[in-house]
């Protein structure tokens, strides 16, 4: 932005007249280039760029000289522009006069940068279409963000779901909610078996209390990870095994037997502790 | 990414299963699967690996990187011209055998992948292929 | 000249020490199927040569235990036991126990440890010793 180009603008805004097309020309030449957040580009009807902005240079990495008369394409990644997203969006533009997406974009060095676009059609007074304005937001940051987000949210439900609670030394204690489908015990697996091994754990207490039923698929998986558990070298005690799981437990003939289990945490906690050949005294409270 | 997005080694000896192995499982940690999903891939691998060795005497693993709807994965495809399999289907039960094992390499295979085709016929050979997605 | 990523050679035996009176048989990390066959063999052979009460299979290095080497091992245990010993597994990774349970692969009754610390004052204790009477 030249500084003959500003007081040019404000000289002219101080008489209070309507401006001329020269100006509003200028002015909008001005803004373009003085935004700095949005990338303002201009096409032709063909999608060729015919105006490039500082703000473009910055953000998409090529100088006024070697992008200008270039097809916009070029900023568009390979599956994109395959997929013929470009003229896509021109015909769209045209005909509701307005477009507005966002996705990959890539910079002149082959970096990628997550894109808030809109395409505007412009035309003269007569209707005909004289090419396209593109206002282009680089929003990677906030896309970033939110894929953060995501994964945080997530982390933090998995926790809710099974936590693994360290109750005593070499007893890890996981009071296990709801049913269990194959990806939730893939992921309750990988998280016990490696804080039993992380920790020296020689046993993990696993308390169904929180298990309202338990259906053929729930037993199978319970069982797939009493097994693992024993693979790496742990032992597991069940507990919360209420009378109608037990008879469930029998009705669906799966066997548990060679797995300690007990009705209640507290029986429970006092067989892992004789497991650890620790024995609770009548003094002991936490037990 | 600096690796080939594809490749093949063939399986000859008995020690190519474990070379066939290795080639798996640097393939999957490369292509960012964790510790676990690449144990997974690679003990299909060996099991289908051996297949290939034990009942056609030879034939190749092929590999290759995917990647659709910006998900990475991983396909394995074994390919043999042994006696292939009459009844896939009983092939794919559980405990079925005709060498002596324990009838669970495609069950378990199977299992452990996402994805898993078989394609044989008596006489014309064997194309078992496997593929794992990262979640 | 340039190295592979492990070196072959080393990666690949297995090792029998003898400790007191346990003997202990470490795998590598990704044995070959020869390699696998030879657990057998050398064990047997040991088991025989010293007196011992029984073995720790050491599989920390372990990275993958396929139906083969599954069978290998709950074979070899039975076999030791006929012998008159006791066979402790120790210190099997989770994502190979992981694998190994989804797969569906079994190691009988063989008995398990955290590490070979522990695997060695278990053998020829029950694991967990019944506790002392209260007065
Ligand atoms: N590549 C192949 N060519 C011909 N037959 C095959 C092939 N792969 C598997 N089969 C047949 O399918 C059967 C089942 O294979 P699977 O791998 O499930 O079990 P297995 O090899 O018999 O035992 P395990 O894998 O447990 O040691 C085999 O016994 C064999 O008859
Ligand atoms: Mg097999």
């Given at each position: 932005?030249?500084?003959?180009?500003?007081?040019?603008?404000?000289?002219?805004?101080?008489?209070?007249?309507?401006?001329?097309?020269?100006?509003?020309?200028?002015?909008?030449?001005?803004?373009?280039e003085?935004?700095?957040?949005?990338?303002?580009?201009?096409?032709?009807?063909?999608?060729?760029?015919?105006?490039?902005?500082?703000?473009?240079?910055?953000?998409?990495?090529?100088?006024?000289?070697?992008?200008?008369g270039?097809?916009?394409?070029?900023?568009?990644?390979?599956?994109d522009?395959?997929?013929?997203?470009?003229?896509?969006?021109?015909?769209?533009?045209?005909?509701?006069?307005?477009?507005?997406?966002?996705?990959w974009?890539?910079?002149?060095?082959?970096?990628?940068?997550?894109?808030?676009?809109v395409?505007?059609?412009?035309?003269?007074?007569?209707?005909?279409?004289?090419?396209?304005?593109?206002?282009?937001?680089?929003?990677?940051?906030?896309?970033?963000?939110?894929?953060?987000?995501?994964?945080?949210?997530?982390?933090?439900?998995?926790?809710?779901?099974?936590?693994?609670?360290?109750?005593?030394d070499?007893?890890?204690?996981?009071p296990?909610?709801?049913?269990?489908?194959?990806?939730?015990?893939?992921?309750?697996?990988?998280?016990?078996?490696?804080?039993?091994?992380?920790?020296?754990?020689?046993?993990?207490?696993?308390?169904?209390?929180?298990?309202?039923?338990?259906?053929?698929?729930?037993?199978?998986?319970?069982?797939?990870?009493?097994?693992?558990?024993?693979?790496?070298?742990?032992?597991?005690?069940?507990?919360?095994?209420?009378?109608?799981?037990?008879?469930?437990?029998?009705?669906?003939?799966?066997?548990?037997?060679?797995?300690?289990?007990?009705?209640?945490?507290?029986?429970?906690?006092?067989?892992?502790?004789?497991?650890?050949?620790?024995?609770?005294?009548?003094g002991?409270?936490?037990? | 990414?600096?690796?080939?997005?594809?490749?093949?080694?063939?399986?000859?000896?008995?020690?190519?299963?474990?070379?066939?192995?290795r080639?798996?499982?640097?393939?999957?940690?490369?292509?960012?699967?964790?510790?676990?999903?690449?144990?997974?891939?690679?003990?299909?691998?060996?099991?289908?690996?051996?297949?290939?060795?034990?009942?056609?005497?030879?034939?190749?693993?092929?590999?290759?990187?995917?990647?659709?709807?910006?998900?990475?994965?991983?396909?394995?495809?074994?390919?043999?011209?042994?006696?292939?399999?009459?009844?896939?289907?009983?092939?794919?039960?559980?405990?079925?055998?005709?060498?002596?094992?324990?009838?669970?390499?495609?069950?378990?295979?199977?299992?452990?992948?996402?994805?898993?085709?078989?394609?044989?016929?008596?006489?014309?050979?064997?194309?078992?292929?496997?593929?794992?997605?990262?979640? | 000249?340039?190295?592979?990523?492990?070196?072959?050679?080393?990666?690949?035996?297995?090792t029998?020490?003898?400790?007191?009176?346990?003997?202990?048989?470490?795998?590598?990390?990704?044995?070959?199927?020869?390699?696998?066959?030879?657990?057998?063999?050398?064990?047997?052979?040991?088991?025989?040569?010293?007196?011992v009460?029984?073995?720790?299979?050491?599989?920390?290095?372990?990275?993958?235990?396929?139906?083969?080497?599954?069978?290998?091992?709950?074979?070899?245990?039975?076999?030791?036991?006929?012998m008159?010993?006791?066979?402790?597994?120790?210190?099997?990774?989770?994502?190979?126990?992981?694998?190994?349970?989804?797969?569906?692969?079994?190691?009988?009754?063989?008995?398990?440890?955290?590490?070979?610390?522990?695997?060695?004052?278990?053998?020829?204790?029950?694991?967990?010793?019944?506790?002392?009477?209260?007065?």
């Open positions: 932005m030249s500084d003959e180009g500003k007081t040019l603008v404000s000289e002219r805004l101080e008489t209070g007249k309507a401006l001329t097309l020269e100006v509003q020309q200028e002015m909008l030449q001005l803004l373009a003085s935004v700095k957040e949005y990338a303002i580009t201009i096409l032709d009807p063909l999608g060729h760029i015919t105006t490039w902005t500082p703000a473009a240079v910055r953000l998409k990495g090529y100088h006024p000289e070697e992008i200008i270039q097809h916009f394409s070029v900023f568009y990644t390979q599956e522009v395959a997929h013929g997203k470009c003229e896509h969006e021109l015909e769209v533009a045209t005909r509701e006069g307005r477009l507005e997406d966002e996705g974009r890539v910079r002149k060095d082959g970096t990628r940068f997550w894109a808030s676009v395409i505007t059609a412009l035309r003269d007074p007569h209707g005909n279409l004289r090419g396209f304005g593109k206002v282009t937001r680089d929003l990677t940051d906030r896309k970033q963000a939110e894929e953060r987000l995501r994964l945080q949210a997530q982390e933090i439900l998995e926790m809710a779901t099974v936590p693994l609670v360290q109750v005593w070499g007893i890890i204690l996981v296990l909610i709801g049913m269990l489908d194959s990806a939730r015990t893939q992921q309750l697996m990988e998280r016990l078996l490696q804080r039993l091994t992380d920790t020296g754990s020689p046993v993990a207490l696993i308390d169904i209390t929180g298990v309202p039923t338990i259906d053929t698929q729930t037993a199978q998986h319970l069982l797939e990870t009493i097994k693992a558990v024993r693979y790496v070298g742990a032992d597991v005690v069940l507990t919360g095994v209420r009378p109608a799981i037990a008879q469930t437990l029998v009705h669906l003939g799966i066997d548990v037997s060679g797995v300690a289990t007990r009705s209640s945490l507290t029986a429970g906690l006092r067989v892992a502790l004789r497991m650890m050949n620790l024995e609770i005294t009548a002991n409270g936490d037990a | 990414m600096t690796l080939q997005e594809c490749g093949e080694i063939e399986i000859n000896v008995e020690h190519d299963i474990a070379i066939a192995r080639a798996v499982r640097d393939i999957a940690a490369e292509l960012g699967f964790g510790v676990t999903e690449t144990a997974r891939i690679v003990t299909a691998a060996s099991e289908l690996g051996r297949n290939v060795h034990k009942y056609a005497g030879g034939g190749v693993m092929r590999w290759r990187a995917l990647n659709k709807n910006e998900r990475n994965g991983l396909e394995l495809s074994f390919e043999d011209h042994g006696p292939g399999i009459a009844d896939v289907d009983e092939a794919m039960r559980e405990g079925h055998t005709t060498g002596g094992g324990l009838g669970m390499g495609l069950p378990g295979a199977k299992r452990l992948m996402d994805e898993m085709e078989i394609n044989s016929a008596p006489g014309t050979g064997t194309t078992v292929i496997v593929r794992k997605w990262r979640r | 000249m340039h190295s592979p990523k492990r070196p072959e050679g080393i990666a690949e035996t297995i029998v020490t003898k400790v007191r009176e346990v003997l202990l048989v470490t795998m590598p990390s990704d044995p070959d199927d020869p390699t696998i066959c030879a657990l057998q063999e050398k064990t047997l052979e040991a088991m025989d040569q010293h007196t009460t029984g073995l720790v299979l050491d599989l920390t290095r372990v990275e993958i235990l396929d139906s083969y080497f599954a069978r290998t091992v709950a074979e070899t245990a039975q076999m030791v036991e006929l008159g010993g006791e066979t402790i597994i120790a210190g099997m990774r989770p994502a190979v126990a992981i694998t190994a349970t989804e797969l569906g692969v079994s190691l009988g009754r063989t008995r398990t440890a955290l590490n070979v610390d522990r695997a060695l004052d278990m053998v020829g204790r029950a694991r967990h010793p019944k506790p002392r009477r209260r007065a």
